[in-house]
Nanobody, 128 residues
Framework: QVQLVESGGGSVQAGGSLRLSCAVS????????MGWFRQAPGKVREGVAS???????RYADSVKGRFTISQDNTKMFLYLQMNSLKPEDTAMYYC??????????????????????WGQGTQVTVSS
């Protein structure tokens, strides 16, 4: 059974940085693509960044130039480096992955319905 476990969340002041990590277990096969999503209270879950197996990345406009998504060489660890954090970045951050069952060609992979597996989330709080 595939499991995703996030870590690295916390509380920081505006302008600070955090690095989120996501560990994949239960499989030795690299996913087709992985992503980071976030959900603030009372808001819908939104895609923050995605990365495909070949390395192409996509970002939400709200985080471009501030966040960087990456994977290790094994593709079993996913990271999100978050710099210049703003109070509006406060949310629960989720790691997601898919092994092709929900694949659609030509998309940014920033839509939640493109992912089958999800982690439990890690809280990020940015104070002003």
């Amino acid at each position: 059974q595939v499991q995703l476990v996030e870590s690295g969340g916390g509380s920081v002041q505006a302008g600070g940085s955090l690095r989120l990590s996501c560990a994949v277990s239960g499989t030795t096969y690299a996913s087709y693509y992985m992503g980071w999503f976030r959900q603030a209270p009372g808001k819908v879950r939104e895609g923050v960044a995605s990365i495909e197996r070949a390395g192409s990345t996509r970002y939400a406009d709200s985080v471009k130039g501030r966040f960087t998504i990456s994977q290790d060489n094994t593709k079993m660890f996913l990271y999100l480096q978050m710099n210049s954090l703003k109070p509006e970045d406060t949310a629960m951050y989720y790691c997601a992955a898919d092994w092709g069952r929900r694949f659609r060609s030509g998309t940014t992979k920033l839509s939640a319905d493109e992912y089958e597996y999800w982690g439990q989330g890690t809280q990020v709080t940015v104070s002003s």
